[in-house]
């Protein structure tokens, strides 16, 4: 593995915890199903801990805490702070300074989980090295103001043992008759699962996926990605527009993070909830597509000019599109039906501008790239 993981370098807590839990897993599965039988409800503590302890990290210690991506009620705060903890992945004041140092320094020496240090690198490697035991201070001033992160901080490691060994041990041995089941599934396994689910997203999710709004780093998009980590897999869109608190934009998009968070919202558990202006995303999906083309075949300099004026004509469509909609939402109590109708009737022409710019810019763009597929082949 090379002197990088020398044993100087090691932290040596770190290394047995990683390496003991999937081991722990397996003995204590494997004695659990001996000594006291198998329990489908073990299995259900197992998975309920793994879904708890994995949204806390997304929804809270990622898209709450370290992005600010939207508001929460101080309980939405503590419980994520208390499940955040029982994941075992320290507390949320040295993980979000982590976090906030990879996006500044993505893909540097200074990204706490640089992909270019190597797959192994990124998922876990880090994680065993002393030299990433400190927090980043200059990441982690407003967590140092607030009493809610600064008690976790203080006191992660009962916070941790409490709720994320003690009380599954607990449930699984005073509610479903095992205590060892509680500890096998509940704790050791479901950390395992946690572990690895998160360390893909820095791991897998900056190393397989396609690139659709930046190739200026190395996170992908990829819906596989985001089966395994609650919506995170649409990393790509997450590096270019960080403070948005979806991953997955689309309403398809498999993102249990989103969901959960737009759910809370109606409740008023979570607010001021922040969205990427539409024209900003379509700006950048088709700087990526020129970008494609330009890549793929050498464009003439009059193509070139009419893809950039189609860009601006669409974009400048869209922009008109959503100022009459906002106009409209801002005043329509104000308005008389005539007022209201002339107002519809200027939003109708502006969608069906933008729809006639965006079909001429999808035909350039398709055609331009068959008509040079077959160039391509009968050359
Ligand atoms: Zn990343
Ligand atoms: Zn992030």
Known sequence: MGSKYSFKNIDIVNFLFLFLTP??????????????????????????????????????????????????????????????????????????????????????????????????????????????????????????????????????????????????????????????????????????????????INSLCHFMGSTPYTDTNTA????????????????????????????????????PTKWMIKSLSFTGLAFKLKLTPQEKILAARMQMKVKELKNKFELPEMVLVEVEKLRAQVLEAMNKMHSLKEDYKFNKDKMCSMAMKEVNEKIDSAKEEFEHCMEQWEYLVKNYSLLQAEVGIRN
């Open 220 to 255: 992908k998009d990829s819906w596989i990605m985001a089966l395994l980590t609650f919506g995170e897999g649409y990393h790509n869109f997450h590096h270019y527009f960080q403070t948005d608190y979806r991953n997955g934009i689309r309403w398809f998009h498999f993102d």
């Open 23 to 200: 081991v722990a897993a397996v003995v204590t599965t494997y004695y659990w199903v001996k000594v006291d039988g198998f329990h489908y409800g073990q299995i259900l503590l197992g998975l309920g801990f793994y879904l708890l302890t994995g949204i806390s990290i997304t929804a809270g210690y990622h898209r709450l805490f370290a992005h600010k991506a939207y508001d929460a009620h101080p309980l939405i705060k503590l419980l994520f702070l208390i499940f955040g903890a029982a994941s075992f992945e320290n507390s949320a004041l040295k993980w979000c300074s982590d976090h906030r140092l990879h996006h500044y320094k993505v893909d540097t020496n200074e990204d706490p989980y640089n992909i270019n240090e190597g797959f192994f690198y990124a998922h876990m490697g880090w994680v065993l090295l002393k030299k990433n035991g400190t927090v980043n201070e200059r990441f982690a001033k407003d967590f140092r103001q607030d009493k809610l992160t600064l008690w976790q901080h203080k006191y992660y490691l009962p916070i941790a043992v409490l709720f994320g060994m003690v009380l599954p041990t607990f449930i699984g041995g005073y509610f479903l008759g095992s205590y060892l089941g509680g500890l096998a599934l509940g704790v050791f396994a479901r950390i395992v699962m946690t572990h690895h689910c998160t360390f893909f």
